[in-house]
């Protein structure tokens, strides 16, 4: 519950970034929070940004391509933003070491020491694959330069974690009562 003035005052729009490497499922993602359905995509072509209303808050979503001759242009997309959304499939326990440099690579030698939320998206949690307490243990996020993260198993295909993720980052926004 906020007071009048708190409500105010309080932030009601809100931008984010999707990142991680391609096929993780960024843009199903974001589909599935946009429209509460799962549509098969294509890869990302690049960057594109996406507008909506969300819980009476107004959200700029930004999806990247992961492939990794885009990569390099990530860091140009970060200007302004209020967090970080890093996707894995979970379901590819062979590409996790690529996801775990990249990501550090990102928040640690281009965002550096911050508290901008990270929401980290174990994806294709309907598939057999890992478990979020081993995928951030395998990301080595406890030893990331930024310290304010989550960890959330979803299913983009299901629906499940979905609302339950984007919910924590959007808390992480706000500011901490004292
Ligand atoms: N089983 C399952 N498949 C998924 C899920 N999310 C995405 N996919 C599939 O994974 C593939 C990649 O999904 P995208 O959303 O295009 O992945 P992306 O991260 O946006 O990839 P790029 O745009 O190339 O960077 C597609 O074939 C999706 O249908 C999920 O939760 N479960
Ligand atoms: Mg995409």
Redesign the pocket.
């Known amino acids: 519950m906020f007071c009048c003035a708190e409500r105010e005052t309080r932030k009601k729009e809100f931008s984010f970034i999707l990142l991680?490497?391609?096929?993780?499922?960024?843009?199903?993602?974001l589909k599935r929070l946009m429209t509460n359905e799962f549509e098969?995509?294509?890869?990302?072509k690049g960057f594109s940004t996406h507008k909506f209303t969300y819980d009476g808050l107004t959200i700029t979503l930004a999806?990247?391509?992961?492939?990794k001759e885009r990569r390099p242009y990530w860091s140009e997309y970060l200007h302004d933003k209020d967090g970080l959304i890093w996707?894995i499939?979970s379901?590819d326990e062979n590409r996790i070491e690529e996801s775990q440099v990249e990501l550090k690579i990102l928040v640690d030698e281009v965002v550096g020491p911050t508290d901008l939320p990270l929401l980290v998206l174990c994806?294709?949690?309907?598939?057999q694959g890992l478990s979020p307490a081993a995928i951030e243990a395998r990301l080595g996020l406890k030893k990331l330069k930024s310290k304010y993260y989550s960890v959330q198993g979803?299913?983009?295909?299901?629906g499940n974690g979905v609302i339950d993720g984007f919910d924590w980052l959007l808390g992480a926004c706000q500011p901490k009562k004292k």
């Open positions: 991680g490497l391609e096929n993780a499922g960024k843009t199903a993602f098969a995509p294509t890869p990302t999806d990247t391509s992961g492939k996707v499939d379901s994806n294709k949690s309907d598939k979803c299913s983009a295909f299901k």
